[in-house]
């Protein structure tokens, strides 16, 4: 299972824009929950938002009342729209996912990092 991510690009400070990602691949599969993390100049790696297979929601805090994500568990894929963006939102975004693999005789958790998708911020 591979995770495919898009949507970055260069954007106006309080522009918006939209993140996907899907998940997909030969194995049996089911998400459990997906989320998107990012990582800026200088700063390790922080988590930005996370929804499971529920719907229950989790936001860093910086991102509260500006982003939304949204999962569509048909296509397995996960969304971000990020409203009033800032230059300080700009970095990479990395989609993850925590899957239930069915391929084997036992199922079995598998946590996946997708490749990462460009957000430039311009003020």
């Known amino acids: 299972v591979q995770l495919q991510a898009s949507g970055g690009g260069l954007v106006q400070a309080g522009g918006s824009l939209r993140l996907t990602c899907g998940a997909s691949g030969s194995s049996v599969f089911s998400v459990n929950g997906m989320g998107w993390d990012r990582q800026t100049p200088g ?36 969304y971000l729209q990020m409203n009033s963006l800032k230059p300080e939102d700009a970095g990479v975004y990395y989609c993850h996912a925590d899957i239930k693999d069915y391929t ?20």
Not at 44 to 52: G, K, L
Not at 113 to 118: A, D, K
């Open 104 to 123: 084997d005789a036992l199922p079995r958790d598998v946590d996946l990092l997708g490749q990462g998708t460009l957000v430039t911020v311009s003020s």
């Open 43 to 78: 700063k390790q790696r922080e988590f930005v938002a996370f929804i499971d297979s529920r719907g229950r929601l989790n936001y860093a805090d910086a991102v509260k009342g500006r982003f939304t994500i949204s999962l569509d568990n048909a296509k397995n894929t996960v």
